[in-house]
């Protein structure tokens, strides 16, 4: 345990350098990508650090097993007048290959297990953002920050030029769909979800219509959008990024066309883009006003009215 805990703070240091070298490193997919993101959160590089561990474990049982094997076929084989053994069971080495496996599977979940019990830990947010899916769009509302209650929310969906250039016969090149100078055909939004960095979140997950799944690799957790079910996670983001997704469940014809984004900004950044929008939303004083005259003079109608 001590070996793989030593291990682990490598693996930790390395993941932290990887990511600090570039946050829109990981942020899509690259070609001829055989490995998972190591992502930018820290439950995304725990789940990363699990996953190699487990590729190493495997490599290793792969070639003692297949090592064996081979050298047991060269070793004896019947051209070199090799006599098969007449004994069928070995204690000892059925005591070993059972136990070994079990050692190995224990010390594999016990750091999986932390980091699961760490995704459900969904409590101290300071900010929570319900989501809800549609065919074939987000919907994302922020509830709070803080104590402070919000009422911004909106739609995300595909973003026009991905659209126009996925369009039978149009002639467009996907190649050619680039925001700052990142092929985004697909993976791009008329609408991101805006979040501050090095503040917990609280994602509340539902579906509208079918079952959707929102899923981000770099923030290291995917969660179904079910209808008339409430699913949560959450997530910190320490650095400033545009970090983008796509729904992961089948939802229907468009499903391809369902990408997610999410821009963190810094904090201070993101409370005046917050306020602004917020205050987008509030009526104007003429509107408030027009609002307010049918229902003055509804109640001056209702108090002149005879009684009895």
């Known amino acids: 345990m001590k070996c793989f805990q030593s291990s682990k703070r490598v693996a930790t240091g390395v993941g932290a ?28 590089q725990e789940i990363y650090q699990i996953h190699m561990w487990a590729l190493y474990v495997c490599v290793a049982i792969g070639v003692l097993v297949f090592g064996a094997m081979i050298y047991a076929m060269v070793k004896f084989r019947k051209s070199k007048g090799a006599v098969p053994a007449k004994w069928s069971h070995n204690t000892k080495v059925e005591m ?3 136990v070994v496996p079990i050692l190995i599977l224990v010390a594999l979940a016990a750091p999986a297990t932390n980091v699961l019990i760490s995704m459900a830990h969904t409590e101290d947010s300071q900010m929570t953002i319900k ?13 709070n920050w803080g104590d402070k209650p919000y009422h911004v929310n909106f739609i995300s969906k595909l973003d026009s030029q991905s659209d126009a250039t996925r369009q039978l016969k149009s002639g467009l090149d996907p190649q050619n769909v680039k925001a700052d100078g990142e092929n985004t055909y697909l993976l791009n939004v008329d609408h991101p979800l805006v979040l501050p960095t090095n503040t917990k979140v609280r994602f509340v997950v539902t579906g509208d219509d079918v079952i959707h799944a929102w899923w981000v690799p770099a923030l290291g957790w995917k969660q179904d959008a079910i209808p008339g079910i409430i699913n949560d996670d959450w997530t910190e983001i320490p650095e400033p990024g545009i970090y ?5 469940e089948l939802c229907g014809q468009d499903h391809g066309f369902m990408p997610i984004v999410v821009k963190a900004v810094p904090k201070d950044e993101f409370i005046k883009w917050l306020d602004t929008q917020e205050a987008a939303l509030a009526p104007t004083p003429a509107a408030a006003a027009t609002a307010a005259a049918p229902a003055a003079e509804s109640a001056s109608a209702v108090a002149a009215a005879p009684k009895g």
Not at 23 to 41: C, D, E, H, I, R
Not at 244 to 248: D, L, P, T
């Open 131 to 143: 989501v809800t899916g549609y065919q074939w769009k987000w919907r994302y509302e922020y509830v």
């Open 96 to 98: 070993v290959w059972t």
């Open 17 to 44: 350098a990887l990511a600090a070298v570039s946050s829109a490193v990981f942020a899509t997919p690259k070609p001829w990508q055989l490995n998972m993101t190591p992502g930018v959160t820290k439950t995304s």
């Open 244 to 248: 983008r997704g796509q729904c992961a």
